[in-house]
């Protein structure tokens, strides 16, 4: 006996009970919201994200800066948040729009395979990041002997275990008729347990494992900054005036460079955190309480609005890393600066072109004239 549900683990329009027998009718207008919430988070996911990667280009093409690892961890957190987009955000809003899934058996199968990989990438590079600045700051004898080969393995990695983590999903959906006349891309669940057990392990393997990692790791870096600043005498400096010259002007451990970076990131994984919870939390309720769906909550709007925010992280992070990074803002700005330095040189370059022109025509015209006058005057 197979048990069904329409679970997207990822986006998805609404969690159905097997028990629920699906109709081909929907709200218009909580369907309106839908899709003005999925383009918004589209489109900002898509400049922002473009634009980070735009800006790393010309960061290197142009001012020729050297691509250190936290760049590289940017660019393929900013390359999976930009494939959440596509993969996973653009298909949910071409679904809402036309309320029932269009695309046959195949798209069916690829959609759902490409829908969580984003998000998979995300909190995968996210907990490689935080890897990666552990070692530097709480570990940095260790972190000199860790090669940048190693860090791109570890990158190569999350790309790996995403995609396999993936795999479940083209055997478990499938397009067909859940009533009569009506198709749809649906999960089918064999076992009594399996949908449990699926969004128990989509949970634990997307957010509870990357979440125990990271909250590890810069609970680590805190008290290793923290360390560093009372070495430093910044604490001492506020406790006691009268600390000695060595102390005053002691350089700290931790650069403010590497801080902000730090900061920048902790910011990012708060946000990872904040949005992706409330998506994992309502879904676990739902598939693990019985009686959930007949509650107003996850009857209403606010469910079906919330799950779609599991994407939101994605259209954020271009715009956190551009407000802590000045680097990435100076390409981007130095760079548009220059095309409009180049198209002004070359405007002036004509004027002064045919400025000369002009003056050499006039010249000539001028001698042309008083030689006239002579001979036939």
Same mark, same amino acid.
């Given at each position: 006996?197979?048990?069904?549900?329409?679970?997207?683990?990822?986006?998805?329009?609404?969690?159905?009970?097997?028990?629920?027998?699906?109709?081909?009718?929907?709200?218009?207008?909580?369907?309106?919201?839908?899709?003005?919430?999925?383009?918004?988070?589209?489109?900002?996911?898509?400049?922002?994200?473009?634009?980070?990667?735009?800006?790393?280009?010309?960061?290197?093409?142009?001012?020729?800066?050297?691509?250190? !690892?936290?760049?590289? #961890?940017?660019?393929?957190?900013?390359?999976?948040?930009?494939?959440?987009?596509?993969?996973?955000?653009?298909?949910?809003?071409?679904?809402?729009?036309?309320?029932?899934?269009?695309?046959?058996?195949?798209?069916?199968?690829?959609?759902?395979?490409?829908?969580?990989?984003?998000?998979?990438?995300?909190?995968?590079?996210?907990?490689?990041?935080?890897?990666?600045?552990?070692?530097? &700051?709480?570990?940095? #004898?260790?972190?000199?002997?860790?090669?940048?080969? !190693?860090?791109?393995?570890?990158?190569?990695?999350?790309?790996?275990?995403?995609?396999?983590?993936?795999?479940?999903?083209?055997?478990?959906?499938?397009?067909?008729? &859940?009533?009569?006349?009506?198709?749809?891309?649906?999960?089918?669940?064999?076992?009594?347990?399996?949908?449990?057990?699926?969004?128990?392990?989509?949970? &634990?393997?997307?957010?509870?494992? +990357?979440?125990?990692?990271?909250?590890?790791?810069?609970?680590?870096?805190?008290?290793?900054?923290?360390?560093?600043?009372?070495?430093?005498?910044?604490?001492?400096?506020?406790?006691?005036?009268?600390?000695?010259?060595?102390?005053?002007? !002691?350089?700290?451990?931790?650069?403010?460079?590497?801080?902000?970076?730090?900061?920048?990131?902790?910011?990012?994984?708060?946000?990872?955190?904040?949005?992706?919870?409330?998506?994992?939390?309502?879904?676990?309720?739902?598939?693990?309480?019985?009686?959930?769906?007949?509650? +107003?909550?996850?009857?209403?709007?606010?469910?079906?609005?919330?799950?779609?925010?599991?994407?939101?992280?994605?259209?954020?992070?271009?715009?956190?890393?551009?407000?802590?990074?000045?680097?990435?803002?100076?390409?981007?700005?130095?760079?548009?600066?220059?095309?409009?330095?180049?198209?002004?040189?070359?405007?002036?370059?004509?004027?002064?072109?045919?400025?000369?022109?002009?003056?050499?025509?006039?010249?000539?015209?001028?001698?042309?004239?008083?030689?006239?006058?002579?001979? #036939?005057?």
């Amino acid at each position: 006996m197979s048990y069904d549900s329409n679970t997207s683990l990822s986006s998805p329009p609404s969690l159905s009970s097997s028990m629920e027998t699906p109709d081909d009718t929907r709200d218009e207008y909580l369907a309106r919201w839908e899709i003005a919430v999925l383009t918004i988070i589209f489109l900002v996911t898509l400049i922002g994200n473009t634009l980070i990667l735009f800006a790393l280009y010309a960061r290197r093409r142009y001012q020729r800066r050297k691509f250190t !690892r936290m760049y590289f #961890f940017i660019l393929h957190l900013s390359i999976a948040d930009l494939l959440t987009g596509l993969l996973d955000v653009l298909p949910q809003l071409a679904w809402d729009i036309t309320f029932r899934f269009q695309g046959g058996a195949v798209l069916c199968k690829l959609v759902k395979f490409g829908q969580p990989f984003g998000v998979y990438l995300s909190s995968y590079v996210l907990t490689v990041t935080a890897m990666d600045r552990y070692y530097a &700051i709480c570990h940095p #004898f260790l972190y000199c002997s860790i090669t940048s080969r !190693r860090s791109k393995m570890m990158v190569y990695g999350a790309w790996t275990l995403a995609a396999i983590l993936c795999v479940p999903q083209v055997f478990i959906f499938s397009y067909q008729e &859940i009533s009569p006349g009506v198709w749809e891309c649906w999960a089918t669940f064999y076992l009594k347990y399996g949908e449990r057990a699926y969004v128990t392990w989509y949970s &634990i393997m997307q957010f509870l494992l +990357p979440f125990i990692v990271l909250v590890y790791t810069y609970t680590k870096i805190c008290i290793a900054i923290w360390t560093s600043s009372k070495m430093s005498g910044v604490v001492d400096l506020k406790k006691n005036n009268k600390a000695n010259f060595s102390q005053r002007n !002691r350089e700290p451990l931790i650069s403010k460079a590497m801080m902000n970076t730090v900061r920048q990131t902790i910011i990012v994984i708060t946000l990872y955190i904040a949005t992706s919870f409330p998506f994992i939390g309502s879904m676990l309720w739902a598939t693990w309480d019985p009686k959930a769906f007949t509650l +107003p909550f996850f009857t209403g709007a606010a469910f079906t609005i919330l799950s779609l925010l599991n994407s939101l992280t994605s259209c954020v992070n271009p715009w956190i890393y551009f407000a802590f990074n000045k680097e990435l803002r100076g390409a981007l700005t130095n760079f548009f600066y220059r095309k409009k330095d180049s198209l002004n040189y070359d405007i002036d370059a004509r004027q002064n072109v045919s400025d000369v022109a002009s003056t050499t025509s006039s010249f000539i015209s001028r001698i042309s004239r008083l030689a006239n006058s002579k001979i #036939f005057g």
